[in-house]
T-cell receptor
Framework: AQKVTQAQTEISVVEKEDVTLDCVYE???????LFWYKQPPSGELVFLIR??????QNEISGRYSWNFQKSTSSFNFTITASQVVDSAVYFC????????????FGTGTRLTIIP | DADVTQTPRNRITKTGKRIMLECSQT?????MYWYRQDPGLGLQLIYY???????NKGEISDGYSVSRQAQAKFSLSLESAIPNQTALYFC???????????FGPGTRLTVL
């Protein structure tokens, strides 16, 4: 069975602070894919990043960075110098490669950036 | 133009009514999905389709049906809507099972 845990239900930080969103996953498969999606107040789901299980290299995209650690089954997301536009619900998700069409989502972390 | 579109974006209906939610995509993907999102929860898979002739139930298919009219179109129907089907519904597509799922803008459905 697959599971994604986002233990932080809500986080509030003051603008320009850095913030890290935690994601812990469980799967028995050796090949899998991890994702982060952003859901702004308007409701759509915006794809942010995809990582496969063979690539543990961390990634940086502008103010966003992701830390993938197989040893702890974690795929954490850090926003540097947060902005009000970063306020949203962020979902971590997992899919595996063996006939499983389901994208398993965590319950999301609501991030509020205080101006 | 958006790659994945959903209509309607918002709908209010009454218990017992039949309702159809539509999804269209221009990404050329074979695989399409319907999910529902309830407040404070992640997304749950309702149905998915590999192509026009291949439709499969997800984890919460009871009370729903789907139709894959063409590669680009995948509709979700509620034959007799009930209040606990009030949710945000998302359509998604992807190229293959190693690809990212790309989501439509969502349809907010309220059943009174």
């Amino acid at each position: 069975a697959q599971k994604v845990t986002q233990a932080q239900t809500e986080i509030s930080v003051v603008e320009k602070e850095d913030v890290t969103l935690d994601c812990v996953y469980e799967t028995r498969d050796t090949t899998y894919y991890l994702f982060w999606y952003k859901q702004p107040p308007s409701g759509e789901l915006v794809f942010l990043i995809r990582r496969n299980s063979f690539d543990e290299q961390n990634e940086i995209s502008g103010r966003y960075s992701w830390n993938f650690q197989k040893s702890t089954s974690s795929f954490n997301f850090t926003i540097t110098a947060s902005q009000v536009v970063d306020s949203a619900v962020y979902f971590c998700a997992l899919s595996t490669n063996f006939g499983n069409e389901k994208l398993t989502f965590g319950t999301g972390t609501r991030l509020t950036i205080i101006p | 133009d958006a790659d994945v579109t959903q209509t309607p974006r918002n709908r209010i209906t009454k218990t017992g009514k039949r309702i159809m939610l539509e999804c269209s995509q221009t990404k050329g993907h074979d695989r399409m999905y319907w999910y529902r999102q309830d407040p404070g929860l992640g997304l749950q898979l309702i149905y998915y389709s590999f192509d026009v002739k291949d439709i499969n139930k997800g984890e919460i298919s009871d009370g729903y049906s789907v139709s894959r009219q063409a590669q680009a179109k995948f509709s979700l129907s509620l034959e007799s809507a009930i209040p606990n089907q009030t949710a945000l519904y998302f359509c998604a597509t992807r190229r293959d099972n190693t690809d990212t799922q790309y989501f439509g803008p969502g349809t907010r459905l309220t059943v009174l």
